[in-house]
């Protein structure tokens, strides 16, 4: 029999009324034949409450207890989900994140290490669906951890990948991957199929549909992924190693935009070997994400400026890091810009064909954007721009690469 699983975010399970809409969603595929194991989010806004209650609790908490807490919402929508489908005649039961998932790491943001299938696949093989609350595990000493805001994409992948399944279903509020947000051009078009690599930039670069730890496990796993609209029977986004041979595509995938940027500059660091590590080093003990890096030296001054980009809620601390080690790092100045944005144009294409970079500035320039920084992969470019040009940017690049569908948005 395949097995399958089906991962549903917050707002699908926002309520009674959406949980039994989603029983419905799973006995359908119980009734075509699947196993199914089925990985939920807390109800929408329910763990931002919990936040709350600890942040009250204690300014100062200790994240084991806090994970205790913040866990609380997925197993109650998980209970509740496996109720509703034994009120529907259905042979349910529901899981814990500690029974099955083994985690390390920092509490808050743990990473999965194992699954483990035996109670699962013993389930299954019996006729039950499996519910099982996303975002949490269990550490080697046996306390609740977890894995970050997001978490439930990447249980739901994770345990997935441990049983063996056929794919794994994700979905959300929207029915697919665009080639861009749709509140931002409504011409945008949706994507049949998107290549692990492409999602996983994508996502890297801001687009919200799957988390960006989830998108690189399936790669890892060569797990299919279909992205799926919890609320409209719709046709989803296929995501695979490899796009289909009758598959016709534009070179570039989409474009993605993200205003959680902030830019970090310091000035007057000296110019030799080992200064751009140890300018860079707080942050990465602090797990501070850096982008955007441009590093520029002076010809015959022995100094030089360093500008980087760090994540827009990180950004007081990464200042007060940096201040702090200001006489051991060795740079004169630093100086900071939190109205920035970073946009990115994603495609295998950019592999084979420099030209397209080189429109995505041309682009640009056309339009009188100013890029205050720019850096290129083997399928991603991105600029950094003022976060009050990013519509008019993503507009321009979206029909510049003949994304737009005209028979959208109309």
Request: aromatic residues 4%.
């Amino acid at each position: 029999m395949p097995r399958i699983v089906m991962k549903f975010g917050g707002t699908s399970m926002a309520g009674i009324e959406r949980i039994r809409h989603v029983a419905q969603l799973v006995e359908r595929e119980a009734e075509e034949g699947n196993e199914v194991l089925v990985v939920v989010s807390a109800m929408a806004g329910e763990t931002d409450r919990l936040v709350q209650f600890c942040k009250e609790a204690a300014a100062s908490h200790d994240p084991t207890e806090y994970d205790v807490v913040v866990a609380s919402g997925e197993q109650v929508t998980a209970g509740l989900l496996a109720m509703t489908l034994q009120n529907m005649g259905r042979k349910a039961r529901s899981f814990m994140g500690w029974q099955l998932v083994r985690a390390s790491g920092v509490h808050g943001n743990a990473r999965v290490d194992k699954v483990e299938s035996d109670l699962l696949s013993e389930a299954l093989t019996g006729g039950t669906i499996c519910v099982i609350p996303g975002f949490q595990g269990a550490t080697e000493d046996g306390r609740l951890a977890t894995l970050g805001r997001g978490g439930s994409d990447t249980s739901a992948v994770a345990i997935a990948a441990g049983v063996g399944a056929d794919r794994c279903d994700i979905y959300t509020d929207v029915d697919g991957v665009y080639t861009t947000d749709p509140r931002i051009v409504p011409k945008a078009s949706k994507l049949a199929q998107v290549t692990f690599e492409e999602m996983l930039e994508l996502a890297g670069a801001g687009a919200k549909v799957l988390q960006v730890r989830s998108v690189g496990l399936a790669m890892r796993e060569n797990l299919p992924l279909r992205v799926l609209s919890a609320f409209e029977d719709k046709t989803g986004t296929e995501v695979v190693a490899q796009l289909g041979e009758d598959m016709e595509r534009t070179a570039i995938a989409g474009i993605a935009a993200d205003r959680n940027e902030a830019r970090v500059t310091l000035t007057g660091i000296a110019d030799e070997t080992g200064s751009l590590a140890k300018a860079i080093a707080p942050l990465a003990e602090a797990a501070i994400p850096v982008d955007m890096i441009v590093h520029a030296a002076t010809q015959g001054v022995g100094k030089s400026d360093l500008n980087f980009t760090v994540p827009r809620a990180q950004l007081a601390k990464a200042l007060a890091l940096l201040e702090a080690r200001k006489d051991e790092l060795g740079f004169e100045g630093i100086k900071s810009d939190d109205r920035v944005a970073k946009v990115s144009i994603v495609g295998v294409g950019l592999r084979s064909d420099p030209a397209l970079a080189s429109l995505m500035f041309e682009t640009l320039a056309e339009r009188r954007i100013n890029i205050a920084a720019a850096s290129t992969g083997e399928i991603r470019a991105s600029v950094l721009i003022d976060e009050n040009d990013v519509e008019l940017a993503v507009r321009a690049l979206h029909k510049a690469y003949g994304l737009d569908d005209d028979n959208q948005g109309n």
